[in-house]
Structures are given as structure tokens and as C-alpha cells.
């Protein structure tokens, strides 16, 4: 993996953990907020990289709340392709979608952004806390400023962090395993696209073809 690989990716993280983190934990070293739980980190990158399940997420919310947004929301995102052009694999691993963001954390934590705690019990770690720094929101306020390219990261988490809906890591995973796709992925297999059968249900709530204009 290239620098600017490790760099895209920590930008990525960098907006999850800021938009999902939270304020109300103790502080124990100094930090601003903390986003709980490495589950909880790898089922909101899971959405960050499969625009077409996120798209999904838009439509359920919509045939529950009613909410022609979500709608519009979901039809942007095969508007602009992303199903295809953003979507970045994920590995399934024995608690659902997985990737080790060592590499991308560390760029992270050297930089005084971020710090790992978690919970024990006697001889293991129960759950990984993010530690989020002053310095991680004053970067991304800077960034949104600076490179409005990248604006689409911090877009993007909030919209995740709309369908997540202060969930669990455990809740999340358990809703991502709700689509046969996702669950019935081999073990180390990459989850595949579920594109065409989004869009076909989008277009059905639409009643028209996506980005076109009603009968």
C-alpha cells in the first residue's frame, strides 16, 4: 500500500471518528470525545466504502419514515456513479466486514489525533476506545477549508452517522448481516456489490429510472 493510500484512508478514518465520536464518556488522557469500539469502526467504514448497502439504508429508512429525502439522498449517490467509483472492497471476516487499519491509525496517533484506550477484563482487551483529540477536530475544520475535494469524507460520515443511529458496533453488524449478500460471503471472500438490485428498488419507490424524469 502506497503513502498516499495510507493517507487517503487516514483522512476517511479521521472524519469517521470525529463525526461518531461521542462526549459524554469520562476523559482519561486529555481528550475531547471517543468514538467506542472497533466493531463499531469497521461497520461505519463498511458504509463509508459500499455506497450501493448505504444506498440501501437510505431506502429502508425512507419506506419507514416517509422521508422523500432519504430517497434523494440514495438516487445521488448512483447519479454520481459511486457504487463504481467509490466503492473500496472489504474482507468478511467472523464478525462481518473487516480490515486492519493498524497503518492508517498510526498515521493518526503519531500526529497527536487520536489516542487507543479500551476496557479489560482480566487478560484481554473488551473494547478498543478511539480517543479523539482537540487537534482531530481543529484538522478537519481545516481540511473542509483547504481541499474541498475531501469535503466528501466529512458529507459522507454524517450521513453514515445518520443511518447508524447511535447503534452499537454489535447492533450494526447484526443489521449488515440482514443482507444475504453480506452473510453468505465466504470467510476471507470479499462482499460483493449488491448495485443492481439497489437501484432497482430505488427506481421502484421512485417510480421512474434514477436520474430521469417522472412519467
Same mark, same amino acid.
Given at each position: 500500500?502506497?503513502? $498516499?493510500?495510507?493517507?487517503?484512508?487516514?483522512? @476517511?478514518?479521521?472524519f469517521?471518528?470525529?463525526?461518531g465520536?461521542?462526549?459524554?464518556?469520562?476523559?482519561?488522557r486529555? &481528550?475531547?470525545?471517543?468514538?467506542?469500539? &472497533?466493531?463499531?469502526?469497521n461497520?461505519?467504514?463498511f458504509?463509508m466504502?459500499?455506497?450501493?448497502?448505504?444506498?440501501d439504508?437510505l431506502? &429502508?429508512r425512507y419506506?419507514?419514515t416517509?422521508?422523500?429525502?432519504?430517497?434523494?439522498?440514495?438516487e445521488?449517490?448512483?447519479v454520481?456513479?459511486?457504487?463504481d467509483?467509490r466503492?473500496?472492497?472489504?474482507?468478511?471476516?467472523r464478525f462481518?466486514?473487516?480490515?486492519?487499519?493498524?497503518?492508517a491509525?498510526?498515521v493518526?496517533?503519531? @500526529?497527536g489525533?487520536i489516542?487507543?484506550?479500551?476496557r479489560?477484563d482480566?487478560? @484481554?482487551?473488551?473494547?478498543?476506545?478511539?480517543l479523539?483529540?482537540?487537534?482531530?477536530?481543529?484538522?478537519?475544520?481545516?481540511?473542509?477549508?483547504d &481541499?474541498?475535494v475531501l469535503?466528501?469524507? $466529512?458529507?459522507?460520515?454524517?450521513?453514515?452517522?445518520?443511518?447508524a443511529?447511535h447503534?452499537?458496533?454489535?447492533?450494526?453488524?447484526?443489521?449488515?448481516?440482514?443482507?444475504?449478500?453480506?452473510?453468505?460471503?465466504?470467510?476471507g471472500?470479499?462482499?460483493?456489490?449488491?448495485?443492481?438490485?439497489v437501484?432497482?428498488?430505488?427506481?421502484?419507490?421512485?417510480?421512474?429510472?434514477?436520474?430521469?424524469s417522472a412519467?
Amino acid at each position: 500500500m502506497t503513502h $498516499r493510500t495510507y493517507f487517503i484512508e487516514a483522512i @476517511r478514518l479521521l472524519f469517521v471518528l470525529t463525526v461518531g465520536s461521542e462526549t459524554t464518556r469520562i476523559k482519561t488522557r486529555g &481528550e475531547a470525545a471517543v468514538f467506542s469500539g &472497533e466493531t463499531r469502526l469497521n461497520a461505519w467504514d463498511f458504509w463509508m466504502r459500499y455506497p450501493d448497502y448505504l444506498a440501501d439504508e437510505l431506502i &429502508e429508512r425512507y419506506d419507514v419514515t416517509g422521508e422523500d429525502d432519504m430517497l434523494a439522498k440514495a438516487e445521488k449517490i448512483f447519479v454520481d456513479n459511486e457504487p463504481d467509483q467509490r466503492r473500496l472492497v472489504m474482507i468478511r471476516y467472523r464478525f462481518g466486514a473487516y480490515e486492519k487499519h493498524d497503518d492508517a491509525l498510526a498515521v493518526l496517533v503519531s @500526529r497527536g489525533l487520536i489516542g487507543i484506550g479500551g476496557r479489560k477484563d482480566v487478560d @484481554r482487551i473488551r473494547e478498543t476506545d478511539f480517543l479523539i483529540f482537540k487537534e482531530a477536530f481543529d484538522l478537519c475544520s481545516q481540511i473542509v477549508k483547504d &481541499e474541498p475535494v475531501l469535503i466528501w469524507y $466529512r458529507d459522507r460520515a454524517e450521513l453514515v452517522h445518520l443511518i447508524a443511529d447511535h447503534r452499537s458496533g454489535y447492533a450494526l453488524k447484526k443489521r449488515q448481516y440482514e443482507r444475504i449478500e453480506y452473510a453468505t460471503t465466504l470467510l476471507g471472500g470479499e462482499i460483493p456489490s449488491i448495485e443492481a438490485d439497489v437501484k432497482m428498488r430505488l427506481e421502484q419507490r421512485l417510480k421512474r429510472p434514477v436520474g430521469g424524469s417522472a412519467a
